[in-house]
C-alpha cells in the first residue's frame, strides 16, 4: 500500500503549485468546540479528502484541518456511477455551480481509521474529522467510537447526503425529519462522550430552525451548515437526456459552488440567530472574502470544497493572506471576532425601517450606456429618462427606489440610493 | 483593413462569446445610430451570445446587402466601435470582428431564394453595379419591383471588383454578396454605358444613378503623360489584374496624395513586389485624409511617408519616368474646406528617383451623365432621399457618385434611394397589392 500511494504521486515540475506553507498567519488561530485550529480553513468531506496523499499534500501546504470524505461500516455497499460531476456554466464563468452524484467513499472505516491514526501521527497539529454515515444504532455507534480510538479530533455525521441517506426512508436525507435527527444525532453524542460531534445538514428543509434545536436537544456540539443543495443540472436539448448523461439517463446531484453561497448564508444565519451551537460554515465558499461573510452570520470556521476541487490546494495561500490581511486592517485579534458580526444587522422584513429612497446618478461616473433606463422602463417604474446627449436623468416623483437601476449599472458606485 | 485586425480577428465561437458579453447592451445604443446602414448591433451581438448565430445573421442581413463584404473591409474604428460605450470602461467592443464571425458562419450555407414583398408594379433602372447601385437594386427587388441594372463593366461589384486590393477583399467574399444580390431577380446587364439619362428617365419610373467617381483628378503638372505615371485608379486595377508583371523589377514607387487609396496604392505595389513605396503628400500628418489605423498599418509595412511636399513636375527621356521633382511646402491660412492651405518654400526644390509614380489625388464622378438631364454640370441633391434636384424627380443619385466615401455609406444611400423610390411607386400605382 504504502509503495502504491508513493507512486501516487504529482511529478515535481508542478512545484509552483506547492508553495511551503508560511507560518506567519498566527493571527489565525482559531479555537472552536474545544479544538485548536490553525486557521479557520479545513476542507469539507468531499473527493480532496478520499486518499492519503491529497490530504498530506493538503496539510503541507497550510490547510488546518479536513473532514475525510464519509465513510460507513464494513461490508457497505458503495455503487457509484459515473461521471458524477456536472457545471453551470454561466457567460464565461465554468462552474458557477458544481453538481455531483457522487457517494460515500469506497473505504470503509477500517482503513479510514488507520489512516486517521497515520495523519494524526504525522500531523499532530492539524485537525482531523471523520465523517461518518451508518443504518442502524449499532452502526454509528460503533463508527463513532473507533474513528475517535484511532484519533480523530472530532465526528461529522452526514445527516443530508443528496443521494438519500441510509437508513429508516431510503431516498430521504436523515436531516429532513426532525425526529429521526434528533434519535441518531442522540445515539452518536451517546457513544462518543465528552468528545465533539458535529451534524451536517442540509438547507432543503421546511424549516431549518427546527432541525437546529432537535439538535441542541440530543446534546451535539456542532452544526455543520450546510450540504449540497439538490438539484437538476440540465437537460441537453438536442436529445432532453439530463446531465451528467450516464447511458442517456441521469439523477438529481448535490449543487455546491459559488451558486449556492446565499442559501448557505441563510441557513447559517438563522441556525445561528436560533440556537446556541456553533456552527461550522459550508457551501459556496471560494475566496477569503466569502468566508469572512460567512462567519460573520455565524460560521466559527469554513469548509472548503468546490473551490478546490476546481483550483486545487493551493487556494490556501490567498485564504490565509487575504483574511490576514483583512484582520490588520480592521484591526482584529482573532477571526473569531468575526463570528456573528452581521447577525443584529439581519432582521424581518416587518422590522425594517421604511424609508424614502430614490436613484440617484452620478454624471461623472456615468458612461451613457443606458443600460439603467432600459432597466427601470421594462422592470421598473419608467422613471429613468434618456437625454439626448445619453444622459439618464431619474424622474424623482415616479422612482420608488426599488434599486434596480444600480443593480444593472456597468460602473461601480455610479448610481446610489439616497434617502430623502 | 484585413491585414490590420489579423491579430484580433476572432476564430471561434468560445472567442466570439467571449467577445458578445462585452457589450453592455446599451440603450438607443450609439454604435447602431453611427453605422450608416443602422446595423441593430446590440440585437446581433445578443443572438451570438444565446448561440443563435443563424438569428444573428437575419439580423445582420435586413438592414445590410454586402455584409460579407463590410465584414473584411468596413473601417469600424470610423463608425461603430468608435463610439462604442464600453470604450469608456476599457475598450470597444470588436464589433465589426464579430459581424465577420457570423458571415463565416453562412459561408458554407448559402441560402439562394427570396420571397418577396409581393409588389408588382414599377420599373426602375439602376446606372452602375457597384455597392450602392446593387444595394437599391436588390431592396426593390426584395418589395417586388422590376430592376434593371445597366453596368458598364463585364463583371458586377464595381469599385469592390476593380479597384479594392485582393489582399483586403477575396473575390470570393464579394462574389458571396453578389450572387444573392443577384438572386433576388433583378436584371443585370453588362457592357452598358449610358450616355443618356435624360431618355432613361422617361422610359423608367425611377433612375438611380450610381457609377462611382470614376475620373480621377489629374495632377496638371508637366510630364504627366509619361509612360509610368498612373492615376490611382488604373493603378489599382492593373495590380489587380497582373500586378506581379508591372511590378517586376521596379525599384521605387512614388505615390503622390494622402488619402486611402494612396495608401492603397502604395501598400499594393509594396505587395506586389515592388522594393520600396513612398508616399509624397503635400500637407502635414495631422491633415492626412487617409484613416489612422490605415496610415499605421502602412507605416508598419514599411511604407515610407514624405510631408509637406508638392509635386512640381514629372522628369524623364524618351517618354520614360525617371523621377518626381518636389518643392517643399508649409501650411499657409486656413483655406475654403477649413484645411490650411500647403505654400511652396522658394528653392526648396528637391528631386526622387523612381521607377512608377502613382498620382493619387482624387477622383470625381462623371457629370456628365447628369448633365443630359439637368443641362448644367453641376447638381444639388436632397441628402435626406439622395433624390436629384432641379429635375423631374424620379431620380435619385448615390454611393462615390455623391462624394461617399466608404462602401457602407454607398449602401447606405442604395437603401434610401430604394425606399423613397418604393414610395414614389406606391404614389404612382397605389398602394402594396398583395
Redesign the interface.
Known amino acids: 500500500m504504502k509503495k502504491l500511494e508513493k507512486n501516487r504521486k504529482i511529478p515535481c515540475d508542478l512545484i509552483e503549485d506547492f508553495p511551503p506553507a508560511r507560518n506567519e498567519y498566527e493571527i489565525l488561530k482559531t479555537k472552536f468546540c474545544g479544538l485548536d485550529f490553525e486557521s479557520p480553513f479545513i476542507l469539507a468531506a468531499s473527493p480532496c479528502t478520499d486518499e492519503i496523499s491529497l490530504l498530506e499534500r493538503a496539510f503541507d501546504m497550510g490547510w488546518a484541518g479536513a473532514v475525510l470524505k464519509t465513510t460507513s461500516v464494513e461490508g457497505t455497499v458503495v455503487n457509484l456511477a459515473y461521471p458524477m460531476m456536472s457545471s453551470l456554466n454561466y457567460?464565461?464563468s465554468r462552474v458557477v455551480g458544481l453538481g455531483n452524484i457522487d457517494l460515500i467513499s469506497k473505504y470503509d472505516v477500517r482503513e479510514v481509521s488507520l489512516r486517521v491514526s497515520k495523519l494524526k501521527n504525522k500531523y499532530p497539529e492539524k485537525i482531523v474529522i471523520a465523517s461518518i454515515m451508518g443504518t442502524r444504532k449499532e452502526d454509528w455507534q460503533e463508527l463513532t467510537k473507533r474513528l475517535f480510538d484511532s484519533g480523530a479530533d472530532m465526528i461529522e455525521c452526514s445527516f443530508s447526503c443528496p443521494q438519500g441517506s441510509m437508513g429508516e426512508e431510503p431516498g430521504k436525507m436523515l436531516a429532513q425529519s426532525i425526529a429521526a435527527t434528533e434519535k441518531v444525532a442522540s445515539w452518536v453524542k451517546e457513544s462518543a462522550g465528552s468528545k465533539p460531534v458535529s451534524i451536517k445538514i442540509t438547507p432543503q428543509v421546511t424549516d431549518i430552525v427546527e432541525i437546529a434545536r432537535a439538535l441542541e436537544r440530543a446534546g451535539v456540539d456542532c452544526i455543520t451548515a450546510s450540504n449540497s443543495v439538490p438539484a437538476l443540472m440540465g437537460i441537453d436539448i438536442e436529445n432532453f437526456t439530463p446531465v451528467p448523461s450516464i447511458s442517456g439517463k441521469s439523477t438529481y446531484s448535490g449543487f455546491t459552488g459559488p451558486a449556492i453561497k446565499p442559501i448557505t448564508l441563510r441557513t447559517i444565519a438563522e441556525i445561528a440567530k436560533n440556537t446556541r451551537l456553533p456552527v461550522s460554515g459550508t457551501g459556496g465558499i471560494s475566496c477569503w472574502r466569502d468566508a469572512v461573510e460567512v462567519m460573520s452570520v455565524g460560521a466559527g470556521i469554513v469548509q472548503l470544497c468546490t473551490a478546490v476541487m476546481h483550483y486545487g490546494f493551493r487556494i490556501i495561500d490567498d485564504l490565509k493572506s487575504g483574511l490576514t490581511n483583512y484582520m490588520l486592517r480592521k484591526g482584529m485579534k482573532s477571526p473569531s471576532e468575526i463570528v456573528g458580526k452581521a447577525l443584529p444587522n439581519i432582521v424581518n422584513h416587518e422590522s425594517l425601517s421604511r424609508l424614502k429612497v430614490r436613484s440617484s446618478i452620478r454624471k461623472s461616473l456615468c458612461?451613457?450606456?443606458?443600460?439603467c433606463?432600459?432597466a427601470c422602463r421594462d422592470g421598473g417604474h419608467e422613471a429613468i429618462g434618456?437625454s439626448k446627449k445619453?444622459i439618464p436623468v431619474v424622474d424623482e416623483e415616479k422612482c420608488a427606489g426599488c434599486g434596480l437601476c444600480r443593480v444593472v449599472c456597468?460602473?461601480d458606485g455610479c448610481i446610489e440610493m439616497k434617502v430623502i | 483593413m484585413q491585414i490590420s485586425n489579423e491579430h484580433s480577428e476572432i476564430k471561434n465561437e468560445l472567442q466570439a462569446i467571449s467577445e458578445s458579453l462585452r457589450c453592455l447592451q446599451c440603450f438607443d445604443a450609439p454604435c447602431t445610430s453611427k453605422c450608416p446602414v443602422h446595423i441593430p448591433v446590440p440585437r446581433f451581438i445578443r443572438m451570438i451570445r444565446s448561440g443563435n448565430t443563424e438569428g444573428s445573421v437575419a439580423v445582420v442581413k435586413e438592414s445590410h446587402p454586402f455584409i460579407h463584404t463590410c465584414g473584411e473591409i468596413c473601417p469600424d474604428e470610423s463608425f461603430c466601435s468608435s463610439i462604442c460605450t464600453r470604450g469608456k470602461i476599457d475598450r470597444p467592443v470588436r464589433i465589426r470582428e464579430l459581424h465577420r464571425y457570423i458571415t463565416n458562419f453562412i459561408r458554407s450555407e448559402q441560402r439562394g431564394s427570396f420571397a418577396t414583398e409581393g409588389f408588382k408594379n414599377g420599373k426602375v433602372a439602376v446606372v452602375g453595379a457597384g455597392p450602392a447601385g446593387l444595394s437599391c437594386a436588390k431592396r426593390l427587388a426584395l418589395k417586388g419591383v422590376v430592376v434593371d441594372v445597366f453596368e458598364m463593366k463585364e463583371k458586377p461589384g464595381g469599385i469592390l471588383f476593380e479597384q479594392i486590393p485582393l489582399f483586403r477583399l477575396s473575390p470570393k467574399i464579394l462574389r458571396m454578396d453578389v450572387h444573392e444580390i443577384l438572386n433576388t431577380g433583378i436584371n443585370l446587364k453588362y457592357k452598358k454605358s449610358i450616355e443618356d439619362i435624360k431618355e432613361l428617365a422617361e422610359r423608367y419610373d425611377a433612375v438611380f444613378i450610381a457609377t462611382g467617381a470614376s475620373m480621377p483628378v489629374r495632377a496638371r503638372i508637366p510630364g504627366e503623360n509619361f509612360e509610368n505615371v498612373w492615376t490611382h485608379n488604373d493603378f489599382l486595377k492593373a495590380l489587380k489584374e497582373d500586378g506581379s508583371r508591372i511590378l517586376k523589377k521596379v525599384e521605387k514607387v512614388v505615390v503622390i496624395g494622402g488619402g486611402n487609396s494612396a495608401v492603397d496604392c502604395a501598400l499594393s505595389a509594396l505587395h506586389y513586389g515592388a522594393r520600396t513605396a513612398e508616399i509624397y503628400y503635400r500637407r502635414g500628418v495631422e491633415e492626412m485624409p487617409a484613416w489612422k489605423n490605415e496610415v499605421s498599418m502602412a507605416i508598419a509595412r514599411g511604407v515610407e511617408f514624405h510631408f509637406l511636399c508638392i509635386p512640381v513636375r514629372f522628369a524623364g527621356k524618351k517618354g520614360k519616368l525617371e523621377g518626381v521633382e518636389f518643392i517643399e511646402a508649409k501650411l499657409g491660412k486656413a483655406g475654403e474646406d477649413g484645411r490650411r492651405i500647403p505654400v511652396p518654400v522658394r528653392g526648396s526644390n528637391f528631386f526622387v528617383r523612381c521607377d512608377i509614380c502613382v498620382v493619387a489625388i482624387g477622383s470625381k464622378p462623371r457629370f456628365e451623365l447628369i448633365g443630359s438631364i439637368t443641362g448644367k454640370p453641376e447638381f444639388s441633391f436632397d441628402k435626406k432621399t439622395m433624390r436629384l434636384k432641379g429635375v423631374k424627380g424620379n431620380v435619385f443619385i448615390g454611393g462615390d457618385f455623391a462624394g461617399r466615401g466608404t462602401v457602407v455609406e454607398a449602401v447606405s444611400d442604395g437603401i434610401t434611394a430604394a425606399e423613397e423610390i418604393y414610395k414614389l411607386l406606391q404614389k404612382k400605382y397605389g398602394g402594396n397589392r398583395k
Not at chain 1, 367 to 371: D, K, L, P
Open positions: 457567460n464565461e458612461i451613457g450606456c443606458g443600460v433606463v432600459v434618456f445619453r456597468p460602473v
